[in-house]
């Protein structure tokens, strides 16, 4: 249990796996792309729960996106509103806590690292969710960035652990213990900044994941069609 006092993360926990799955009582706020690294930087010293409250102010997220049944992105002036499973919702949950440790902003190329970084640091089955996102995110970076992409996922390969090993699928005394943990401490247990060494497995490892990542990608386009398409309906309605 956590000591008292920790703030407004301990009622973040309990409300997130109170409610697995939960109706917005209120619209969830639209995703924000963040295209400045500036202010991505949290302290060695931090507890992971104090970072990921900064994690919130610094992106405009909330704990919308842990446990609503639906996030929204922002498509040609056009507010879109997404299926959020709970294979997303739980794998988003890991996900930010990358963002932190990695300190990858959340601007559209930083998510492509980021995936290729999570991939390279490995995923377990049980997040079928991270490894559809990371895969297509992967694929798109190798279009825009394709050496930071790659730079990315060898640094992921050069971790010793991960989070989602760290934290099992649902589990919700793990994620607690990850949350009371320093950031500096998790950084050096998962080894996001060890050396990295270029190899041909790892040009064939990205280059697999990239072509998974293709073959997704036209699902995603019709979810986003499908969704834009009743953006527009209801405009005109």
């Given amino acids: 249990s956590f000591p008292p006092p920790v703030g407004r993360i301990y ?9 697995p799955i939960q109706k917005a009582s209120t619209v969830p706020k639209e995703i924000k792309m963040n295209n400045s690294n500036a ?15 900064k994690y919130f102010q610094d992106t405009g997220y909330n704990i919308g996106s842990y446990i609503d049944e639906q996030f929204q992105i922002v498509l040609l002036g056009k507010t879109l509103n997404l299926p959020n499973p709970p294979d997303r919702q739980n794998a988003i949950r890991v996900h930010d806590l990358y963002h932190i440790l990695t300190e990858y902003d959340t601007s559209f190329k930083s998510e492509s690292w980021i995936g290729a970084f999570e991939l390279g640091a490995g995923i377990p089955q049980s997040y079928l969710a991270a490894w559809f ?36 699928y649902g589990d919700k005394q793990a994620y607690e213990e990850v949350m009371m943990s320093k950031v500096g401490v998790m950084r050096n247990l998962i080894g996001v ?21 293709a073959l997704l990608i036209p699902v995603i386009g019709i ?7 009743e953006a527009l309906w209801k ?3």
Avoid: E, W
């Fill in 11 to 19: 009622v973040t926990i309990q409300t997130i796996y109170a409610h």
């Fill in 39 to 53: 202010k991505f930087r949290y302290d060695q010293n931090m507890f992971i729960y104090q970072a990921l409250d």
């Fill in 133 to 168: 996102f990371n895969c297509t995110s992967t694929f798109l970076g190798l279009f825009h960035s394709p050496v930071k992409t790659f730079k990315a996922f060898m640094r992921g390969r050069a971790t010793t652990d991960n989070l989602y090993r760290l934290i099992p």
């Fill in 193 to 213: 900044n060890n050396s990295i060494t270029f190899s041909i497995r790892d040009l064939l490892l990205i280059t697999l994941a990239s072509t998974v990542g």
């Fill in 223 to 229: 979810g986003i069609a499908k969704a834009y398409l």
């Fill in 235 to 237: 405009n005109i309605k």
